[in-house]
């Protein structure tokens, strides 16, 4: 891969930690994107541009992005992933052009593929229940895991944000936590007294069996003393829902979801849980409202005698 290209992106992901103070997760992100992996089979943009003999970044054009999107495609990478790769793509060059490396920005135009619009999915209180219900409370980890997915549903947490979070985050007795969310937006958000109690027991009676050293501040720690990653949360929710027998797909942004979900089924203001998910747009929560209203027709359609009628009518 050329150097230039190496030496180029090296100093916007330096950019991003440093002046927009992106997460080390994001950081990655960008890295893996862009520069591609190790037998990524050229997913990655750099990637693509050196085995396609491209030896300048403004060699790049509209026909060679269209090029490169197919050839994702080719490799099966999902629509949304590749919105991502793009969106990644540009402000790498919005970057180099802003720092004068490049003297134009070849990319700027094109166009980012059309999603599929899904509605988030998310889990029924009774699915929710046995999920949190999954871990063994005889033991640490089974006490810790808990607490995990309690936090991460009672406030609507990004994985990031559970993974980053410290100890001096939680204040038990006013039932709130600091969040440190995207562009390094710190909010408050509440804990229900579930989430409280699981909280308390894990501080006061398991962390400090995982504790090596007390200036470590994670709140949520690994049996190595060190802070848990948003990869083994991940994990950990991938466990916990096959063993509740989900039939869905769950991983820690599905809780999430879920949790604004129910937030806005039991009348929540749209603009409290805006500021509750720390979303700087609320047009981002506002799909959550669809999905109560997709739920609230299924309910109908499925309660209601005249709906249940209607229904039996269309099939006659």
């Known amino acids: 891969m050329s150097n230039n290209f190496n030496g180029y992106l090296d100093r916007y992901l330096i950019y991003l930690e440093a002046e927009r103070h992106a997460s080390r997760y994001t950081v990655r992100n960008y890295k893996s994107d862009i520069r591609g992996n190790i037998g990524d089979n050229e997913k990655g943009f750099l990637q693509f541009l050196t085995q396609h003999g491209v030896a300048s970044l403004e060699a790049v054009d509209k026909r060679l992005l ?25 402000s790498f060059y919005r970057y180099l052009l802003r720092e004068e490396l490049i003297s134009r920005n070849p990319i700027e135009e094109a166009s980012s593929p059309k999603l ?4 988030p999915s998310f889990l029924s209180a009774d699915e929710m229940d046995r999920l949190l219900s999954c871990p063994d409370s005889s033991t640490p980890h089974g006490l810790r895991d808990r607490a995990v997915m309690e936090l991460i549903y009672a406030a609507g947490l ?22 440190l969310g995207k562009g390094n937006r710190e909010r408050v958000v509440i804990m229900g007294y579930p989430a409280v109690q699981a909280l308390s027991t894990y501080l006061n009676i398991i962390r400090p069996l995982f504790e090596k050293t007390k200036t470590e501040p ?11 990653s948003p990869r083994w949360i991940q994990k950990l929710v991938l466990k916990y829902a096959a063993a509740a027998g989900l039939e869905k797909k769950v991983h820690p942004h599905l809780l999430r979801h879920t949790f604004a979900t129910h937030l806005l089924d039991g009348g929540a203001d749209l603009r409290v849980v805006q500021e509750l998910l720390g979303h700087a747009n609320l047009a981002t929560t506002q799909i959550y409202t669809h ?26």
């Open 66 to 90: 269209r090029d490169y999107l197919s050839h994702l495609i080719d490799q099966g990478v999902a629509k949304v992933s590749l919105s991502r790769k793009l969106s990644a793509i540009r």
């Open 218 to 228: 994670a709140l949520f720690l690994n049996y190595q003393g060190k802070r848990l």
């Open 116 to 119: 599929d619009k899904h509605l």
């Open 291 to 316: 999905v109560t209203q997709a739920q609230a027709r299924k309910v109908y359609l499925a309660s209601h005698p005249m709906a249940q009628a209607e229904a039996g009518d269309e099939h006659s």
């Open 158 to 179: 990004r994985v990031s944000e559970a993974a980053g979070l410290d100890k001096l985050s939680a204040d038990l007795d006013g039932r709130t936590l600091r969040v």
